[in-house]
């Protein structure tokens, strides 16, 4: 009977070791692939578009800006 418990507390082991592995990996894949969006993000967040000049030559936000009230 010992050998059949301790084929059980190794099956356990095992199992409990596969189970938190996965989860560090996932863990650890999710965090890695967060970090390689946030530094894209900073990237495009860093390149500025220039805003196109109306027809006097300044700069607008749109139209609301161009209306006259």
Not at 28 to 39: D, I, K, P, T, Y
Not at 49 to 55: D, L, M, V
Request: hydrophobic share 40%.
């Amino acid at each position: 009977m010992n050998s059949k418990s301790q084929r059980k507390r190794h099956a356990g082991v095992a199992v409990t070791t596969i189970i938190t592995l996965m989860i560090v990996f996932i863990f650890v894949g999710r965090n890695l692939w967060h970090a390689q969006e946030q530094n894209e993000g900073e990237v495009s967040d860093k390149t500025e578009i220039p805003a196109p000049a109306n027809s006097t030559g300044a700069l607008t936000r749109g139209p609301a800006l161009t209306q006259s009230r």
